[in-house]
């Protein structure tokens, strides 16, 4: 089953997920491909957690699928969210 990132589920996500980049390791990958909706709200959260993520000098790697990047590509994010297609291009993105 996959999940949506909309209004009910931003939230945590967004807590769980600024967390993490405060946290966790200077650059970190973030696996959406299996997520079938984002909303708004998620749009949103995903932006300041790119914004985050590049205030403590490091980077946010978005892993996305087909439905995911055609939502973003909508409101035209696509670039500044750095949306990759793999985990494994994700990680040569980090690793250069």
Known sequence: MAGLLDAFSEPTFKK????????????VI?????????????????VHLVKQAQSAE???QIVSNPRVTQTVKQVRLEQF???Q????????????
Do not use: H, W, Y
Request: net charge negative; glycine share 8%; hydrophobic share 40%.
């Open 85 to 96: 297609t793999s985990i494994e291009k994700a990680l040569e993105r980090v690793q250069n």
């Open 16 to 27: 769980v997920v600024s967390k993490f980049i405060e946290e966790g390791p200077k650059n």
């Open 58 to 60: 490091g980077t946010l």
């Open 30 to 46: 973030l696996d959406l491909s299996k997520i079938d909706f984002v909303d708004s709200s998620g749009l949103g959260a995903l």
């Open 81 to 83: 969210l750095s949306l």
